[in-house]
């Protein structure tokens, strides 16, 4: 199967998207195409560089690529201070590309030090998770953690190029697959009937890793995603689609300190919630709650939450970024690929909502 070839478009101009089992393996020729050269960079993790080393010959300049630590942990100011010193050491100027080759956290971290090193430098985004691959690696939103809070410090600055080969989701953990591939049916809820089908009919085969199965989902997920960060780059309204199932599973991020949860696990309590509060606030018809509840069942055991408190969540719902003018905005699903936001969610509805997901 060829790659997929999509185009983001953004302030800063339009990106392709490259998505193909294999892809990986034209990386030095796409890189060409976008004239995106003679200086690179390659800046990575060092177990994501032990396992796939081997896809980067004849990237980079110099094949010695920069290896920081990749815990969400260590996403702060000191890991990016840590990729200035060595883009200083190797000279980079104004023309060096750096390519982020890792999970979401490399990406987020490498892409805030492309920001603002010499105020910006070109960067290319190579996701090693699915999360990553469908998520993060698009859409220029680039940024650390504070010990205050996550992603506090950030900036937009989008790539010039990002290729997502699925090939490299062979080492990715179980665990971690399946945290990624809850954003896929959070798109294809979004979104898609047909990906949320797909991730149903298909499930045995993303499991196996499949390359052709694998590709099939991520480059339709990265489809809606480009979609919509095209027509909204900033986030001032459409882009938050995407925070269906967010609300409550940032909440549950924060207050077990980013600890207990995979994202996507926490978003899948957060998609339980929010197809419960769309029952209740007749939005979201019964038949498909039950099926959306059904699939996300069906990708395996999520961590216990019935330890947690109610009012703590609240507490931190009303702490989230996604509050515009202090108005909630609460994305509610209408059917299979349809939402609607909600502006006017009670304190009630919420608590019903975490009580169907057992917690109190
Ligand atoms: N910028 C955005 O729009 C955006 C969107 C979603 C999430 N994020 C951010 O992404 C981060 C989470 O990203 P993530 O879920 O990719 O986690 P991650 O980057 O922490 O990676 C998870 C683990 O997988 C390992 N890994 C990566 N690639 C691997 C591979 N191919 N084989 C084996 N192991 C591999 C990593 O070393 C790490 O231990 C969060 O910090 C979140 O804030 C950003
Ligand atoms: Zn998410």
Known sequence: MPPTRLEVSAAAGAYPVVIGAGALAMLPQFLDQSSLGPRRVLVSSPLVWKLHEDKFAGVATEQ?????PDGERFKNLATVSRVYDALIDRGADR???VIAVGGGVIGDMVGFAAASYLRGLRLVQIPTTLMAQVDSA??????????????????FHAPRLVVADPVVLETLPRREFRAGLYEVVKYGIIASAGLFDRVATTLPALFDRDPAAVAAVVAESCRI????????????GLRRVLNFGHTVGHALEAVTKYRRFR???????GMLAALALGVARDV??????????????????????ADLSAPDILAAIGRDKKIVAGTLHFVAATGIGAVTELTDVTEGQLREALKSIGIR
């Open 64 to 68: 010695e690529p920069i290896l920081v």
């Open 95 to 97: 023309s060096t590309v």
């Open 138 to 155: 698009l859409g220029g939103k680039v940024g650390v953690n504070h010990a205050r809070g996550k992603n506090l410090i950030g900036a």
């Open 225 to 236: 995603k480009a979609d919509v960060v095209s027509a909204d780059e900033r986030e001032s």
């Open 263 to 269: 994202h996507g696990e926490a978003v899948a309590y």
């Open 284 to 305: 979201t018809p019964r038949e498909f709650r039950d099926r959306a509840t059904a699939l996300i069942a069906t990708l395996g055991p999520l961590p216990p939450v």
